[in-house]
């Protein structure tokens, strides 16, 4: 449920209380809370946030957030999006054991080793650190190489800023990157052959049809099926000439009379 609290810039240094948590989603008891969106809010303190232990999917993007702590006994949590605040480090995230996907594109996350506390998070698949879309990212970005060494550091993450890295369809991605690396690359110098050095793609003969090859097995399974027609036919003539032999013998004679006794 979307809170209905105090927006960004209608109120400084936002702390979440539980009377705050039962208002934005309707239950009574905090471990009874599912979801939460607190998205834009103007939090700097997650106070009680933590007492939340049934808690599956959770949403503080566009906060002012520094620190994670009360995020530590959160071990149902599936879903967590952080980005755009102000971290600088994830370890409480380390007790998140259901956590599958994450998001922190858009703080102050300065090199890979920062993730090193996501290393022991078994059911972790999704991970983003920056959207272009959004203009988010994180100072780690700014190395080229620095998905090949969160892949390596975080071996069963499947998707790392919303492109696969393993399983079906990461083949596609790969080869994207390859072709989009190759564009951008520049160009060496350009050599143009003279016309009486230029040569054709392919060879002459190649836009010739193919000439008609004799083929012994269809040669054979012709021959073999007319002399199957050739016996069809002889069959059937000695058939014709058994039913009029036939018919003939059982012909009374002529001027004869034929009489029936019942």
Same mark, same amino acid.
């Given at each position: 449920m979307e809170p209905h609290g105090e927006r960004a810039g209608e109120g400084d240094r936002v702390?979440?209380?539980?009377?705050?948590?039962?208002?934005?989603?309707?239950?009574?008891?905090?471990?009874?809370?599912?979801?939460?969106?607190?998205?834009?809010?103007?939090?700097? +303190?997650? *106070?009680?946030? *933590?007492?939340?232990?049934?808690?599956?999917?959770? +949403? &503080?993007s566009g906060n002012t957030l520094t620190h994670l702590g009360p995020l530590a006994s959160l071990r149902q949590l599936t879903v967590l999006n952080v980005s755009a605040n102000r971290l600088t480090g994830l370890e409480p995230l380390a007790s998140c054991e259901s956590l599958q996907s994450l998001n922190v594109a858009?703080?102050?996350?300065?090199?890979?080793?920062? &993730?090193?506390?996501?290393? *022991?998070?078994?059911?972790?698949?999704?991970?983003?650190?920056? +959207?272009? &879309?959004?203009?988010?990212?994180?100072?780690?970005?700014?190395?080229?190489s620095y998905r090949a060494a969160v892949g390596e550091l975080l071996p069963g993450l499947k998707v790392i800023d919303g492109e696969r890295v393993s399983g079906q369809g990461s083949e596609f991605y790969? &080869?994207?990157? +390859?072709?989009?690396k190759s564009l951008h690359q520049s160009p060496g110098p350009v050599s143009v052959l003279p016309p009486s050095e230029a040569k054709p793609w392919v060879e002459p003969s190649y836009w010739k049809p193919p000439q008609a090859q004799g083929?012994?097995?269809?040669?054979?399974?012709?021959?073999?099926?007319?002399?199957?027609i050739q016996e069809c036919q002889e069959l059937s003539q000695k058939a014709d000439d058994s039913l009029a032999q036939?018919?003939?013998?059982?012909?009374?004679?002529?001027?004869g009379t034929t009489s029936f006794v019942f």
């Amino acid at each position: 449920m979307e809170p209905h609290g105090e927006r960004a810039g209608e109120g400084d240094r936002v702390r979440i209380t539980a009377q705050m948590l039962k208002a934005w989603s309707g239950e009574f008891s905090l471990e009874s809370i599912l979801l939460l969106k607190l998205c834009g809010l103007g939090l700097v +303190d997650l *106070g009680c946030l *933590g007492e939340c232990l049934g808690l599956e999917w959770l +949403d &503080l993007s566009g906060n002012t957030l520094t620190h994670l702590g009360p995020l530590a006994s959160l071990r149902q949590l599936t879903v967590l999006n952080v980005s755009a605040n102000r971290l600088t480090g994830l370890e409480p995230l380390a007790s998140c054991e259901s956590l599958q996907s994450l998001n922190v594109a858009g703080n102050l996350l300065a090199g890979v080793g920062q &993730l090193q506390c996501l290393a *022991g998070l078994q059911r972790l698949e999704h991970l983003r650190l920056q +959207d272009p &879309l959004a203009r988010l990212s994180n100072p780690l970005c700014n190395s080229p190489s620095y998905r090949a060494a969160v892949g390596e550091l975080l071996p069963g993450l499947k998707v790392i800023d919303g492109e696969r890295v393993s399983g079906q369809g990461s083949e596609f991605y790969q &080869l994207c990157r +390859d072709l989009d690396k190759s564009l951008h690359q520049s160009p060496g110098p350009v050599s143009v052959l003279p016309p009486s050095e230029a040569k054709p793609w392919v060879e002459p003969s190649y836009w010739k049809p193919p000439q008609a090859q004799g083929s012994s097995i269809l040669e054979d399974a012709c021959r073999q099926f007319q002399d199957t027609i050739q016996e069809c036919q002889e069959l059937s003539q000695k058939a014709d000439d058994s039913l009029a032999q036939a018919e003939e013998a059982l012909r009374p004679a002529s001027g004869g009379t034929t009489s029936f006794v019942f």
